[in-house]
């Protein structure tokens, strides 16, 4: 029997599911891994509208590939998002916080009726119902809330009801520590990777065949977003550091990008004409299933984390990509960011190079690329880091801490 075989959890997020952004899959990963540790796992979210085929044909289980251990219910929800393009940002973002705030207020209400031992959610504008609700929670931050989310932080803080608040890194701790919560209720858990996708994977060659890759050039590799919160993640510093990466042998290097979205290529490619990198050395892919992911990676000769210095990468962020790089056996280069680094080391289980930088990102590239032992040591380091950072012990920490042993 397992230890919370008894307990009952429910998640509420506030989010389209099935979706293509990573918030989706790390939220359904969440309540696969508290199911898998025994938990009877329920998960709520709002009716969203949806525009994509795939995306509508699917339920999360399908979609992510994931096993139907916990329930989910859709809730009635006025889809606001469809007025984004409608209205100025000084009018939506208001607006969409107060919708929020009462959706939130709506869907702790429902739920309490499921007398669950735990309620967990991703949003203060929940967490903040549930807790006045007196209903024990669970609030997971990946940043620190602004004007009127902090303000709800603010008056949550130090509610008894208030089990723990889970935060990507230590600098999100900190801040919270700052706006008065206490020390003891934070956790700092990055997040993680489901190893068994990455268990069985082919050889690189096969991998390369399977996606029609070439299986004799070298492949700089990139799996993930091209772009967060109209923010980019450092793909113009990566086509620049090609640019400074020589033919061997007359075998040009290859720069894959995986991840989408595609309406940003075309600034790529102009950039690539401009520092003179071939259209043959460059390929862009559109986001491919979380399942495919690890053949992508595999795919790839060295994989980097090119992000420039801005605060939400250097402090609060923690990319899932970064540990399905650490599983997949494959050398990583990254950029020397704090919140990187609480990850990774230099020299052990990655290169890191200066950010912003895209000379110092050719140039460990090509040491990675070039010098095999380097590669080999730092790619089997990783590889056994990552075994501490898998969804179903993070979700075992999290219950160890919040009050719920029984």
């Known amino acids: 029997m397992l230890i919370y075989e008894t307990m009952k959890l429910v998640y509420i997020a506030n989010a389209r599911l099935p979706t293509e952004k990573a918030h989706g899959y790390q939220i359904c990963k969440m309540c696969e891994a508290f199911a898998d540790n025994g938990v009877d796992v329920q998960l709520f979210h709002p009716y969203r509208y949806e525009s994509d085929p795939d995306l509508k044909r699917k339920n999360v289980f399908k979609y992510y590939r994931i096993s139907p251990v916990f329930q989910t219910r859709t809730l009635p929800n006025w889809d606001v998002l469809l007025l984004e393009r409608l209205l100025p940002g000084k009018i939506f973002i208001p607006f969409f916080f107060m919708h929020s705030l009462l959706w939130g207020l709506y869907a702790a209400w429902i739920s309490r009726s499921k007398k669950a031992d735990i309620y967990y959610t991703r949003e203060i504008t929940i967490a903040f119902w549930l807790i006045l609700l007196g209903l024990p929670t669970v609030y997971e931050s990946h940043v620190v809330p602004q004007r009127g989310q902090r303000w709800l932080l603010y008056r949550i803080a130090k509610h008894p009801k208030l089990q723990r608040v889970v935060v990507l890194t230590s600098f999100i701790r900190d801040q919270f520590v700052e706006m008065g919560f206490p020390n003891e209720k934070l956790i700092v858990l990055p997040d993680s990777v489901d190893l068994s996708l990455f268990e069985a994977l082919p050889a690189k060659e096969e991998c390369r065949l399977r996606l029609g890759l070439p299986k004799d050039r070298p492949i700089v590799g990139y799996i993930g977003r091209f772009r967060t919160m109209d923010m980019e993640k450092g793909i113009p510093e990566l086509v620049q550091a090609m640019s400074h990466i020589p033919s061997n042998d007359n075998v040009e290097p290859l720069l894959l990008c995986v991840g989408g979205p595609m309406d940003a290529v075309p600034s790529y490619l102009e ?109 089997e380091q990783a590889r056994g880091d990552v075994k501490n950072y898998t969804w179903r012990a993070r979700a075992l920490t999290i219950l160890k801490a919040s009050n719920l042993q029984k």
């Open 271 to 379: 950039l690539a004409k401009r520092y003179g990198l071939p259209k043959q050395r460059i390929q862009f892919v559109d986001r491919v299933p979380n399942s495919e992911v690890p053949l992508w990676i595999r795919a790839c000769d060295v994989v980097t984390i090119p992000w420039p210095w801005n605060e939400f990468s250097a402090y609060f962020t923690s990319p899932m990509k970064l540990f399905e790089y650490m599983a997949s056996g494959v050398p990583i280069v990254a950029t020397d960011l704090p919140a990187i680094k609480e990850i990774l080391r230099h020299g052990e289980n990655a290169w890191l190079v200066k950010p912003g930088n895209s000379s110092a990102l050719a140039e460990g590239i090509k040491e990675v690329l070039s010098q095999l032992h380097i590669a080999k040591k730092i790619s």
